[in-house]
């Protein structure tokens, strides 16, 4: 079941999304977290409107999950933040000046970091419009 039930969808356009995205990348304030890289887990869902997509059935008339997910995993490898929230406000400019997309929800989960908690994170609504 998607957990994006509550996601703000003001275009209302149809959504593309992709869940549990494995991402290696470098991210947090403490030194013995910037030893090594970090497996984040994404959940990312973004609007586009697909009927010209359903209709002609050719993928470059939709956004593609694979070159989402691999824009992401690219770019993500590039970065070292601190904090997971300047990482999740880069990744959404990026993913706005890469792909046609109206709004977009970015949620980032690091694993196993508090003891008690299976995921700690955040997750953020951005628009187009404000990019």
């Not at 984040?40 to 002609?56: E, G, P, R, W, Y």
């Not at 000046?97 to 709004?103: G, L």
């Amino acid at each position: 079941m998607s957990q994006f039930n509550h996601f703000f969808n003001s275009s209302g356009d149809d959504v593309i999304f992709v869940e549990q995205l494995n991402v290696p990348t470098r991210i947090g304030m403490l030194d013995w977290e910037k030893l090594t890289r970090q497996v984040l887990k994404m959940d990312i869902q973004v609007t586009h409107n697909i009927k010209a997509a359903s209709q002609s059935d050719d993928i470059k008339d939709t956004v593609n999950y694979a070159s989402l997910c691999e824009s992401i995993l690219t770019f993500s490898d590039t970065q070292d933040n601190d904090l997971l929230e300047s990482l999740a406000e880069k990744i959404c400019a990026h993913l706005f000046a890469t792909f046609s997309i109206n709004e977009l929800e970015l949620k980032i989960a690091k694993v196993g970091i508090i003891p008690e908690a299976n995921t700690v994170g955040i997750k953020i609504v951005r628009h187009a419009v404000d990019y």
